[in-house]
Structures are given as structure tokens and as C-alpha cells.
């Protein structure tokens, strides 16, 4: 059973960026697929972005309020995936939590305690 721990989380200006980072532990990171899924109050779970496990090639997904502006990385050497997060926008900020892709791209096994981000206008 892998265990995420996020962190990199914030407050931040309307079109600032912040990078989040998970590490992983137990399990074997390079052989998931991970991604990273948000929560804001009194809103449903939502699929941020997702990367393919390393010997697929590393495919990504992004929803589409993200596309353009987020992007997902993984170091397998760390045990590590990332979210660089650019322009971000107030309607960004949200509980973002770390995950284990189970289903390509947004069904998830398991996830970390999150980690706040908050866009202010």
C-alpha cells in the first residue's frame, strides 16, 4: 500500500503559480499511474491531472479548466509526482490531494491529507 504526502500548498495572487509536490512511500512508485484530484467546499471531487506509469511512456490528462495552465510531472529517482500550477485563478482554490490512478485517468485507490490552496483576488 503506497502513503502520499502533499505539500507545496498556499496562498497565492490571482495569476501566481505554485508547484505541489507528493512523495510517495511503500509500494512501487514507477509502476503507477498517479494523479492529483481537488475539493472545494460544497463542490464535487474534480480530476485535476493525471501521468501514466513511466514504462507506458508517461501520458498525461488534464481536465480542461487546467489544460494550458498545470502541469504533472514525476521523478521515479524521488518517489515523487508534481503539480506546477501557472495563472492561477481564484476559482482554483480548492483541497488538493495526491493519489494513485487505480482507473485512467480520475478513478483513485488511494490518497494523501491533501494540501490548501487558496487564490486570492
Known amino acids: 500500500q503506497v502513503q502520499l504526502v502533499e505539500s507545496g500548498g498556499g496562498l497565492v495572487q490571482a495569476g501566481g503559480s505554485l508547484r505541489l509536490s507528493c512523495a510517495a512511500s511503500g509500494g512501487t512508485f514507477s509502476e503507477y499511474h498517479m494523479g492529483w484530484f481537488r475539493q472545494a467546499p460544497g463542490k464535487e471531487r474534480e480530476s485535476v491531472a493525471a501521468i501514466s506509469w513511466s514504462w507506458s511512456g508517461g501520458s498525461t490528462y488534464y481536465a480542461d479548466s487546467v489544460k494550458g495552465r498545470f502541469t504533472i510531472s514525476r521523478d521515479n529517482a524521488k518517489n515523487t509526482v508534481y503539480l506546477q500550477m501557472n495563472s492561477l485563478k481564484p476559482e482554483d482554490t480548492a483541497v488538493y490531494y495526491c493519489?494513485?490512478?487505480?482507473?485512467?485517468?480520475?478513478?483513485?485507490?488511494?490518497w494523501g491529507q491533501g494540501t490548501q490552496v487558496t487564490v486570492s483576488s
Open positions: 493519489a494513485r490512478v487505480a482507473g485512467w485517468p480520475n478513478q483513485f485507490a488511494s
